[in-house]
Each structure stands twice: as structure tokens, then as C-alpha cells.
Nanobody
Framework: QVQLVESGGGLVQAGGSLRLSCTAS????????MGWFRRAPGKEREFVAGIDWRGSSTTYADSVKGRFTISRDNAKTMMYLQMNSLKPEDTAVYYC?????????????????WGQGTQVTVSS
């Protein structure tokens, strides 16, 4: 089991920045990849970014490439999402997720563990 807790959400104006954090506890040594997903009001949950826990390779949704950066700490218990040049369409609840088998994936079904989410609101 892994427990995930997101933090860092809030209200920001368009063009601004936020940094989300995800703290992992429990069987963190079993994590092979983690990701960020988001769900906007009235929309399906969508992939934002993912990172392989061992090699640190990353992948991004086209909608955030060049604006968002995913990273992790060396202790492999923290994951971050640096969000720059935020747009109103980035408004959503952001979730971090972890899996024990396989690389970072864009499919939510591949992740067994999820946090409760943190709200990000971007005003125009």
C-alpha cells in the first residue's frame, strides 16, 4: 500500500505559476512510476504528466508540454508538478497516482494508488 497526499493547489491568475507536491508514504520502494492527472468540471479525468521512478524519464500531455514540468526528489518520496503560464483551461482538481509495475502510463487504469486531489483554479 502507498498513501499519497497532494498539496500546493490554489487560485492564480492566467499566466501565473503554481507548484504542486505529492507526498508518498508506505511502500514507496515498490513504486515504479507516478503520474499527475486532472479532472475539470464536467469533463473526464485526463493524463497530465508521468515520471518513471527509477530512471526519471518523463512524459507529458500535449496540452501542457513546454509549460509544466514533472519531477521527483532523490529520496523518491516526493513528486512535483511545476506549472507555468497557466491558462483558465488548466482549472481542475489535480491528482497524483502511483503504480507498482511498469513505466509511467497515460492510462489512469494502470495506477493502483491515488491521492485525494488538490484544486487548481486559474482566473482569466
Amino acid at each position: 500500500q502507498v498513501q499519497l497526499v497532494e498539496s500546493g493547489g490554489g487560485l492564480v491568475q492566467a499566466g501565473g505559476s503554481l507548484r504542486l507536491s505529492c507526498t508518498a508514504s508506505g511502500r514507496t520502494l515498490s513504486i515504479t512510476a507516478m503520474g499527475w492527472f486532472r479532472r475539470a468540471p464536467g469533463k473526464e479525468r485526463e493524463f497530465v504528466a508521468g515520471i518513471d521512478w527509477r530512471g526519471s524519464s518523463t512524459t507529458y500531455a500535449d496540452s501542457v508540454k513546454g509549460r509544466f514540468t514533472i519531477s521527483r526528489d532523490n529520496a523518491k518520496t516526493m513528486m512535483y508538478l511545476q506549472m507555468n503560464s497557466l491558462k483558465p483551461e488548466d482549472t481542475a482538481v489535480y491528482y497524483c497516482a502511483a503504480r507498482f509495475l511498469g513505466d509511467a502510463s497515460t492510462w489512469a487504469g494502470n495506477y493502483a494508488y491515488w491521492g485525494q486531489g488538490t484544486q487548481v483554479t486559474v482566473s482569466s
